[in-house]
């Protein structure tokens, strides 16, 4: 049982990192970070935000694609027209995780 455990812990982190490692790939990473406001909010900040809301992965695939402004602050979010929308939608899951 031990070892089903820690085998799943490893699985499960490994799946994090990688997620993270796809923010980092991307630049997300330049604006954002997981528990602190840098230019962005933080990605806790948006997940206690979104969570709860039913649409949240579609609508965090779509800002992340598309970008937008005023929702937190004044400084825009670029568009990431490139990600494919799995990316785009990895990185929502993984943001709404948090």
Excluded: F
């Amino acid at each position: 049982m031990k070892s089903l455990i820690a085998i799943l812990s490893l699985a499960l982190s490994g799946t994090a990192l990688a997620d993270q490692a796809l923010a980092q790939k991307n630049m997300c990473l330049a604006c954002h970070a997981v528990d602190t406001k840098l230019v962005g909010p933080s990605y806790k900040d948006v997940a206690a935000k979104y969570r709860d809301q039913k649409d949240s992965v579609s609508y965090l695939v779509n800002k992340i694609k598309n970008g937008g402004s005023g929702v937190w602050g004044v400084i825009p979010m670029p568009a990431q027209p490139q990600l494919s929308d799995k990316d785009a939608e990895t990185l929502a899951k993984w943001i709404l995780q948090k």
